[in-house]
């Protein structure tokens, strides 16, 4: 699975992680749609959020589909 993460303020890259598990008991896989930045995001990348650390996967805002199995 490609992942983009903010490396340091103002640097960006892509990277590849494992794929998520199956599902447990009481959760749901779902697959991100798009993901929205918002203000700490962005204070983020200039290096002016003082309680991040990085390296750092932005974007909290998310829009996704369940994704069903029911085998």
């Excluded at 890259?13 to 798009?34: N, Q």
């Excluded at 918002?38 to 932005?58: M, S, V």
Aim: one cysteine or more; glycine letters at 10%.
């Amino acid at each position: 699975m490609r992942i983009i993460m903010l490396q340091q303020p103002g640097q960006f890259a892509t990277a590849e992680t494992s794929l998520p598990t199956a599902p447990g008991p009481g959760e749901v896989l779902v697959r991100v749609l798009a993901v929205g930045i918002c203000g700490t995001d962005l204070h983020a990348f200039e290096g002016t959020q003082p309680f991040f650390r990085y390296p750092r996967i932005l974007g909290h805002e998310l829009a996704v589909e369940a994704v069903v199995d029911w085998s």
